[in-house]
T-cell receptor, first 116, second 111 residues
Framework: KAGVTQTPRYLIKTRGQQVTLSCSPISGHRSVSWYQQTPGQGLQFLFEYFSETQRNKGNFPGRFSGRQFSNSRSEMNVSTLELGDSALYLC???????????????FGEGSWLTVV | ELKVEQNPLFLSMQEGKNYTIYCNYSTTSDRLYWYRQDPGKSLESLFVLLSNGAVKQEGRLMASLDTKARLSTLHITAAVHDLSATYFCAVLKTSGSRLTFGEGTQLTVNP
């Protein structure tokens, strides 16, 4: 079956611009999470959506936002880009949410964002 | 706040040797994940450990979980060059699907 699909894979933006990243989870998966990966900070949780509702939010400024659609596809948006936003943004997909599921959490290939 | 620590952070080993990567976490959790990441690539799921005493093996890798000690190990047996990658452990908070990752262990297996 198809894996987690993220688009675009690579993009370059200028400081002050905004960017929207898209994630299509594995078919049937309802939980989508977003992570930021940088060499200095490692992998950090951004937010999680389940059935179109934000369930958890990480410690990121309000410039970072997201949403989930009825088909479980998710988007994240970063406004007023800063140089420090340059990172690999990873989307994760799982069947359900929480430890009761015991499910594997699958990651997409990521979107490489460079802010210049 | 949940903290996850891995050690070592860098590991250079010879082919054929055995070694263990350790993952400690600070608060109670019953789900621990191990991932592999190759340079420039995404995270590949290796193991999901669901309960105390869980042990899983795949090829030359074996993972275990001790929830009482808040410790997971990833044991590498008879390492081969293809195992060179960065390995992450991650702990799932009891609500939602939020993973807290360790810093990662960069493994290099030399011929």
């Amino acid at each position: 079956k198809a894996g987690v699909t993220q688009t675009p894979r690579y993009l370059i933006k200028t400081r002050g611009q905004q960017v929207t990243l898209s994630c299509s989870p594995i078919s049937g998966h309802r939980s989508v999470s977003w992570y930021q990966q940088t060499p200095g900070q490692g992998l950090q949780f951004l937010f999680e959506y389940f059935s179109e509702t934000q369930r958890n939010k990480g410690n990121f400024p309000g410039r970072f936002s997201g949403r989930q659609f009825s088909n479980s596809r998710s988007e994240m948006n970063v406004s007023t880009l800063e140089l420090g936003d340059s990172a690999l943004y990873l989307c994760a997909s799982s069947l359900a949410s929480g430890t009761s599921s015991g499910n594997t959490i699958y990651f997409g290939e990521g979107s490489w964002l460079t802010v210049v | 706040e949940l903290k996850v620590e891995q050690n070592p952070l860098f590991l250079s080993m010879q082919e054929g040797k055995n070694y263990t990567i350790y993952c400690n976490y600070s608060t109670t959790s019953d789900r621990l994940y191990w991932y592999r990441q190759d340079p420039g690539k995404s995270l590949e799921s290796l193991f999901v450990l669901l309960s105390n005493g869980a042990v899983k093996q795949e090829g030359r890798l074996m993972a275990s979980l001790d929830t009482k000690a808040r410790l997971s190990t990833l044991h590498i047996t008879a390492a081969v060059h293809d195992l060179s990658a960065t390995y992450f452990c991650a702990v799932l908070k009891t609500s939602g699907s939020r993973l807290t990752f360790g810093e990662g262990t960069q493994l290099t297996v030399n011929p």
